[in-house]
T-cell receptor, first 111, second 115 residues
Framework: SQQGEEDPQALSIQEGENATMNCSYK?????LQWYRQNSGRGLVHLILIRSNEREKHSGRLRVTLDTSKKSSSLLITASRAADTASYFCATGNTGRRALTFGSGTRLQVQP | DGGITQSPKYLFRKEGQNVTLSCEQNLNHDAMYWYRQDPGQGLRLIYYSQIVNDFQKGDIAEGYSVSREKKESFPLTVTSAQKNPTAFYLCASSRAGDRGPYGYTFGSGTRLTVV
């Protein structure tokens, strides 16, 4: 089952612009996490936000969580060509001690 | 350096053959996971384990088997019962606990192709 659905499926921007990706989910969660995947590689953990948090920052990343709307957004500011990758949200809950991943957003940053 | 190692990187399987994918971690993580990724898709959970000698089925466990005899190792066997095994397989590990699941560390993946 795919709990999280990212939007948009693909995004193309110019270097220096901001990129925003959204994630919606269906059930109650303990936390929501964002990962990055470069083509053909494993995923890299970016940030974790707990269900009682509304916003979190890490470097150029800003994540928001709205549990009433069951949605989250990932903002990458001042994007770089090296940010080109697929980005996935993943949700965790106490009922199953494993993450459920969304379908991902493919981000292309043009130099 | 601590990390998680998957091998082999590429694997070719003949019809009707069982193959085993290796996953080893030296991060002292209790929890380990196997996911399958098809082209352009997200990750789907195959099996996961929170502790040695215990594991649970994920969403697509049919045609797969696992063992967890050691904390460091979580091998995945793709059996002949798995009719469409061609995919990218990802292993991950994390701390375990009541407020989890915690952030995963992923291996670099094994690309399995049926020939």
């Amino acid at each position: 089952s795919q709990q999280g659905e990212e939007d948009p499926q693909a995004l193309s921007i110019q270097e220096g612009e901001n990129a925003t990706m959204n994630c919606s989910y269906k059930t109650s969660i303990n936390n929501l996490q964002w990962y990055r995947q470069n083509s053909g590689r494993g995923l890299v953990h970016l940030i974790l936000i707990r269900s009682n948090e509304r916003e979190k920052h890490s470097g150029r990343l800003r994540v928001t969580l709205d549990t009433s709307k069951k949605s989250s957004s990932l903002l990458i500011t001042a994007s770089r060509a090296a940010d080109t990758a697929s980005y996935f949200c993943a949700t965790g809950n106490t009922g199953r001690r494993a993450l459920t991943f969304g379908s991902g957003t493919r981000l292309q940053v043009q130099p | 350096d601590g990390g998680i190692t998957q091998s082999p990187k590429y694997l070719f399987r003949k019809e009707g053959q069982n193959v085993t994918l290796s996953c080893e971690q030296n991060l002292n993580h209790d929890a380990m996971y196997w996911y399958r990724q098809d082209p352009g898709q997200g990750l789907r959970l195959i099996y996961y384990s929170q502790i040695v000698n215990d594991f649970q089925k994920g969403d697509i466990a049919e045609g797969y088997s696992v063992s967890r005899e050691k904390k460091e190792s979580f091998p995945l066997t793709v059996t002949s019962a798995q009719k469409n095994p061609t995919a990218f397989y990802l292993c991950a590990s994390s701390r375990a606990g009541d407020r989890g699941p915690y952030g995963y560390t992923f291996g670099s993946g094994t690309r399995l192709t049926v020939v």
